[in-house]
């Protein structure tokens, strides 16, 4: 038989990692709806043509996406993120403005996978459309710097940029091509494939040797027009205002090419080598447009569960939370009795669990051990016979026998006095 084992860059979550997966949701849910923002789930998989907007330069359209014809005949491709979806989600259904979303979701990348790096990776985030308010972009960032903060993360670094208005990103596109080429041959050979591609992801390399050239190269803030400037500093003065830290850093672009204006990106310090981005995000204003819709301006950002989660425990906060039942029903008479009463329990909002197989009592009281319940109920043929069943609080040493038409609101009881 062949050894099935996941595809590389997947991974089987399992308990307890999974409850966190889901706690981790509902902190962010809780954080972002407080803020007005609804949840949305577009589709996994798109019309290719969705994708390619996120710019024919960027590896994640050219390299990394999972595409393919389906059975209809049509080219479609698994989402490597949801900025695109949601933006044709607004094209096609047209809602109010500003139009506040999150969500939370697989995202396919083919890319080398390695630790915080996976093809199948997990993000939460948001998009706001429809304003260009300086003080929308320092409420998305302000919302997922409180999260970190929610999740207990301590070690969360924000750079921010801007990286201007669409003419003022070509320009700078233009001049910083000039400027590389001039000094291509102090560039590594990557970068220099890079730059024939696209020159800004140039200044995104951590290889070493690129970095003298890189730290010369021209800044984009001396080249953006005035309108995009004033933008900048009234987003910087308002997250002054929320005492919000944040280092300018005039080398971040980030992978997508629709970013217009604000970028920023959270690192977690906890984290060492490749991957400390454990989230980012930016203005897109002209997104919407290249899918078809009115001028729209959209910000938002995705954070990478994965790796923020990596960071959670290299800074040991944000633990799995206990999963266990509240009872768990050990039957050494076969019948019908612990069957009816986890049914009667469950059905009272009383978690319960159980033995099966008639096992011996040593092997069920070891699994009542190990399934972490408060309570176990022990019936056996005398409690059968009385209409009783044992209550033993676990780890107590003691045990009593309560009446079984009465077993809810004793068990109730009993697991309060826990
Ligand atoms: P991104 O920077 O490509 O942005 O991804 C955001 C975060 O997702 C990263 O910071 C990282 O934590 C996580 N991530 C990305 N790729 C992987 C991977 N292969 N494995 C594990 N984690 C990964 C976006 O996706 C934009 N849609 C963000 C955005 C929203 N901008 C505006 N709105």
């Known amino acids: 038989m062949p050894e099935f084992k996941t595809s590389p860059g997947t991974r089987d979550i399992l308990a307890p990692h999974s409850a966190r997966w889901r706690a981790f949701q509902d902190v962010f849910a809780n954080t972002v709806e407080a803020a007005g923002y ?32 389906d059975k209809g005949g049509r080219h479609v491709a698994l989402r490597p993120e949801q900025t695109a979806s949601v933006c044709r989600a607004f094209v096609e259904h047209r809602p109010t403005t ?51 903060s929610d999740l207990g993360l301590r070690k969360v670094h924000l750079s921010v940029n801007t990286l201007g208005d669409a003419g ?46 890189i730290a010369g190269a021209p800044a984009i803030r ?16 308002a997250l002054d205002a929320l005492n919000i830290a944040y280092e300018l850093n005039n080398r971040l672009v980030r992978g997508l090419d629709y970013y217009r204006r604000t970028t920023f990106e959270f690192t977690s310090t906890a984290l060492e080598a490749a991957h400390t981005a454990i989230g980012g ?26 790796r923020t989660l990596l ?19 050990v ?14 329990l469950r059905n009272n909002g009383v978690s319960a669990d159980r033995a099966y197989d008639s096992r011996s009592m040593k092997a069920q009281m070891k699994s009542a051990d190990r ?18 069943i044992m209550l033993r609080p676990m780890g107590s040493g003691e045990q009593y026998s309560i009446a079984r038409e009465k077993c809810v609101g004793e068990i109730r009881k009993a697991l309060e006095n826990k």
Request: hydrophobic share 40%.
């Open 98 to 148: 500003p139009w506040k979303v999150w969500y939370a979701g697989p995202n396919f990348r083919y890319e080398k996978p390695q630790q915080g790096r996976y093809r199948q990776f997990d993000q939460v985030g948001v998009e706001a459309l429809g304003a260009d308010d300086p003080l929308l972009d320092a409420e998305v960032i302000a919302l997922a710097s409180k999260f970190y």
């Open 311 to 329: 960071a959670c425990d290299a800074e040991n906060v944000f633990n799995s939370p206990e999963t266990s039942v509240d009872v768990f029903v």
């Open 371 to 388: 399934s972490g319940a408060k309570i176990a109920l022990i019936i056996g043929s005398e409690e059968v016979e009385s209409s009783t």
């Open 38 to 69: 609804t949840y949305i789930i577009p589709p996994m998989f798109e019309d290719l043509d969705v994708f390619l907007r996120l710019g024919e330069a960027t590896e994640v359209v050219t390299k990394e996406m999972y595409d393919f014809h």
């Open 168 to 213: 003022d990103r070509e320009r700078y596109s233009q001049q910083l091509l000039a400027y590389f080429m001039a000094n291509e041959k102090d560039l590594t050979a990557e970068s220099r494939s890079t730059l024939a591609r696209n020159p800004l992801r140039v200044l995104d390399s951590k290889r070493e040797p690129d970095q003298i050239v």
């Open 331 to 344: 039957d050494t008479v076969g019948g019908l009795q612990a069957h009816e009463i986890c049914h009667l």
């Open 222 to 237: 001396d080249s953006i027009s005035t309108t995009a400037a004033q933008h900048f500093d009234a987003v910087l003065q």
């Open 281 to 306: 995000g930016g203005r897109y204003d002209g997104l919407v447009e290249a899918l078809g819709g009115p001028a729209t301006p959209g910000i938002g950002f995705a954070l990478g569960l994965d």
